[in-house]
């Protein structure tokens, strides 16, 4: 079975600075994707970032860029320039390849952003 | 308007009373899930459904069952609720694709609590 372990429960950055969220993650396949998905105090889920694991460059959206290691079994996320609205519940998800798998979630990381 | 909506979005309820949270989408997809989400437990998978006629059980199916009325409609049921069910649920939907990979979309979520 595959497991999603993100081992910060909580992250805080200032305003306008960077910050690393960790996720690592165990699978005997060659073939994933991994997500990082953003839950605001809305509780609205959104999918922030994907990556296909067959691909060797980072995944980046705009502030939002991924350092994925596939030997090591490790997809971080960077928030550059954090802004206030960055202020969620971060949770990494792994999918095995294939048209029929389902989505495991790891259990969060809190970020909080100061002003 | 929301592609994916949840009702209710918070429900209070008694031990053993049945309840059912419902689910509606308006984005065309096949592909539709239940989720429950539990501090320091992520997001845990009850329920998945591919297309109309199929309803394939999660991690934690025990204690309760759905229905997939029509491809925008997906519901579920909890048969005789516990306070242990007490949590967020969310309902998600995807596209349906060969590789794997998609987004899944999120409901508000219903907040729920069994006393």
């Known amino acids: 079975a595959q497991t999603v372990t993100q081992s910060q429960p909580e992250m805080s950055v200032q305003e306008a600075e960077t910050v690393t969220l960790s996720c690592t993650y165990d699978?005997?396949?060659?073939?994933?994707?991994l997500f990082w998905y953003k839950q605001p105090p809305s509780r609205q889920m959104i999918l922030v970032i994907r990556?296909?694991?067959?691909?060797?460059q980072n995944a980046t959206e705009n502030r939002f860029s991924v350092n994925f290691q596939k030997a090591a079994k490790s997809f971080s996320l960077k928030i550059s320039d954090s802004q206030l609205g960055d202020a969620a519940m971060y949770f990494c998800?792994?999918?095995?390849?294939?048209?029929?798998?389902?989505?495991?979630f790891g259990i969060g990381t809190k970020l909080q952003v100061i002003p | 308007d929301a592609d994916v909506t949840q009702t209710p979005r918070n429900r209070i309820t008694k031990t053993g009373k049945r309840i059912m949270l419902e689910c509606s989408q308006t984005?065309?997809?096949?592909?539709m899930y239940w989720y429950r989400q539990d501090p320091g437990l992520g997001l845990r998978l009850i329920y998945y459904?591919?297309?109309?006629?199929?309803?394939n059980k999660g991690e934690i199916s025990d204690g309760y069952s759905v229905s997939r009325q029509a491809q925008a409609k997906f519901s579920l049921s909890l048969e005789s609720a516990i306070p242990n069910q007490t949590a967020l649920y969310f309902c998600?939907?995807?596209?349906?694709?060969?590789?794997?990979?998609?987004?899944?979309?999120f409901g508000p979520g219903t907040r729920l609590l069994v006393l």
């Open positions: 998600a939907t995807s596209e349906t694709g060969t590789g794997g990979g998609e987004t899944q979309y």
């Open positions: 699978t005997s396949e060659s073939d994933y994707y």
């Open positions: 990556q296909e694991a067959y691909k060797q």
């Open positions: 998800a792994y999918q095995p390849f294939g048209g029929y798998q389902k989505v495991t």
């Open positions: 984005k065309g997809h096949d592909r």
């Open positions: 459904s591919f297309d109309v006629k199929d309803i």
